[in-house]
């Protein structure tokens, strides 16, 4: 598969997005485990599983908050929202505007939901949009952060630049993403950017700290995650032979037929050859 268009992944999240909410945890991004899992594991129910999967992400979603250091009355963007978990835990933290973007009506449509429910329609909100050919204005925002999008993205450097624009001078931008730590073979590369709507990671940690760098970004800090996130992908697959049911209902037949094959070898890909990492930046003139 090439890299998928922008509109590709929003087609592919409104079909099978469900399917990170039924099995990752009810944020869109790994989960950060600092003490490993918790010994008893082996005993929990699907839905413990689940709560345990959206603990780990919430410990991650917290320390990238506290990179972010957003304060109130600021405007943050938050690239590639997801259903928006992320997006309205830091406007409820930091007393800031957020606005989080996404190519998935479906996703806007769930953060708008979340918003309302927390009682903070009015300053986080969501819009349908490429992080690519952003439409916001420029230099309108303090600070912006990516959370596991830039892997889906045919141009990160477009990306990069776009976020560049609407920041102002001297805001922070964090993005945290998977890149390949064991080259993957041509036939792995095919399969994992199928399964998820991906394209092709980069090839070391590094990568994101010269893309940012050659864009007039400051790098302030790197943090490599992936020892940290190695347990998700020992719970996913319980959780995932659980839910079987639910997961059928969602996704039909025959991308089940699909999944039951590749899921399985995917998580062992990302368990064996994937990294994490987490790039500090601000812009500079
Ligand atoms: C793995 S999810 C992460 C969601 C969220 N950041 C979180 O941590 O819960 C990837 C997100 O990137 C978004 N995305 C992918 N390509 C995009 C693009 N070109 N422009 C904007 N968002 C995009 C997807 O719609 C999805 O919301």
Redesign the pocket.
């Known amino acids: 598969m090439s890299n998928p268009s922008?509109r590709e992944?929003?087609e592919w999240?409104d079909r099978f997005?469900g399917l990170?909410g039924l099995t990752m945890g009810d944020?869109?991004?790994l989960g950060m485990w600092t003490d490993g899992v918790r010994a008893e594991t082996g005993e929990l129910t699907a839905d413990e599983m689940w709560e345990e999967l959206t603990r780990a992400?919430d410990s991650w979603?917290g320390t990238l908050i506290d990179v972010v250091g957003l304060l109130p009355g600021q405007r943050m963007l938050?690239?590639?929202?997801?259903?928006?978990?992320?997006?309205v835990r830091i406007g409820t933290e930091s007393g800031a505007s957020v606005l989080g973007?996404?190519?998935?009506a479906g996703?806007v449509r769930a953060g708008r939901d979340r918003a309302l429910k927390a009682g903070l329609s009015d300053r986080v909100t969501f819009e349908q949009?490429?992080?690519?050919a952003l439409p916001q204005e420029s230099e309108t925002f303090d600070a912006a952060w990516?959370?596991?999008?830039f892997?889906?993205?045919?141009n990160r450097p477009a990306?990069i630049r776009e976020v560049r624009r609407v920041l102002r001078y001297g805001g922070r931008f964090v993005l945290a993403d998977c890149y390949e730590a064991v080259p993957f073979t041509p036939e792995e590369v095919q399969l994992f950017q199928a399964a998820?709507?991906l394209s092709r990671l980069p090839a070391g940690p590094e990568d994101y700290s010269r893309m940012l760098g050659e864009a007039g970004f400051a790098i302030q800090d790197t943090r490599d995650m992936s020892r940290e996130f190695k347990p998700t992908y020992e719970l996913i697959p319980r959780l995932f032979a659980a839910r079987r049911a639910q997961i059928a209902e969602l996704v039909g037949t025959d991308a089940m037929a699909q999944l039951d094959t590749v899921y399985p070898r995917i998580l062992a890909l990302c368990r064996d050859k994937m990294g994490y990492t987490m790039v500090n930046a601000v812009k500079s003139p």
């Open positions: 922008a992944v929003g999240y997005g990170y944020s869109m991004h992400q979603t938050d690239v590639g929202c997801g259903t928006g978990r992320p997006t973007v996404t190519v998935s996703q949009a490429d992080a690519m990516a959370i596991e999008s892997a889906h993205f045919s990306a998820f709507a």
